[in-house]
């Protein structure tokens, strides 16, 4: 069964830090670009970062070197971690997994909540 589970949200304290996880099944993940991306109520999703395989990370600007993706090919997971996190941060992070190989194939994860209040 083709899925991406994440894990590791929840409510922490302005300047605080969080990792989320996100492990995928039923794919191959090395042909796959993995994602974080957010949304927040009323606004767009939006990417956070990404990695290819092999490939370095890119960042929305908006990081600013806060937030830190990587992604392990052996356990087929991908990871973000948060530091000095804003109330601006809340939002619903989604894993994202975009296929780069053959067959376009987009997949998302059913989200985690991270909610950045004092």
């Known amino acids: 069964q083709v899925q991406l589970v994440e894990s590791g949200g929840g409510l922490v304290q302005p300047g605080g830090s969080l990792t989320l996880s996100c492990t995928a099944s039923?794919?191959?993940?090395?042909?796959?670009?993995m994602g974080w991306y957010r949304q927040s109520p009323g606004k767009q999703r939006e990417l956070v970062a990404e990695v290819g395989y092999g490939a370095y990370p890119k960042y929305a600007d908006f990081v600013k070197g806060r937030f830190t993706i990587s992604r392990d090919n052996v356990k087929s997971a991908v990871y973000l971690q948060l530091n000095t996190l804003k109330p601006e941060d809340t939002a619903v992070y989604y894993c994202?997994?975009?296929?780069?190989?053959?067959?376009?194939?987009?997949?998302w994860g059913q989200g985690t909540l991270v909610t950045v209040s004092a």
């Open positions: 994202n997994a975009d296929r780069v190989v053959g067959t376009i194939q987009k997949l």
């Open positions: 039923g794919i191959i993940f090395s042909m796959y670009r």
